[in-house]
Every structure is written in C-alpha cells, then in structure tokens.
C-alpha cells in the first residue's frame, strides 16, 4: 500500500496547474509531500497515520479522481 501512495503522490506531482485548478480544494500539494515522506523519509512513517489516510482521505480522492478523468481531456 506504501507503494500505491507513493505512486499516487508521484501522479498528484505531475498534475499541471489547469487540472489542479478543476478541483482546487483538494490538497495536491500535501499529496506529493505525504509521497516525499513515504519514499524519503520511510523508516519514520507513521503506519497509524498511514491509515487513517486510507480509510479517510482515499474514498473521497478517489470520487475527485473520477471526476476529474470525465472532465480533462486526455
């Protein structure tokens, strides 16, 4: 699940500013920083904080990510 994160903050990094802009309430900068810890700074990652972000920060990024793939051209 590390890894998936750190992949998700990878992606959250390389959004340009106009698909940001689509969904600007959502925290695209904590998430790329949340990456850098995971894949920086990995032997002090909180694995309670790491789930709290899974139960309670995932299901609604994953209804942003949705939303944003109908709207965004590819």
């Known amino acids: 699940m590390l890894r998936n994160l750190e992949t998700l903050g990878e992606a959250a990094k390389k959004l340009n500013s106009r698909?940001?802009?689509?969904?600007?309430?959502t925290p695209w900068r904590e998430i790329a920083g949340f990456r850098d810890v995971i894949a920086h700074d990995y032997l002090e990652v909180d694995l309670d904080l790491v789930w709290n972000v899974i139960e309670s920060e995932l299901p609604g990024l994953r209804e942003t990510v949705i939303d944003l793939l109908g709207r965004v051209d590819t």
């Open 19 to 25: 698909t940001r802009a689509l969904s600007a309430g």
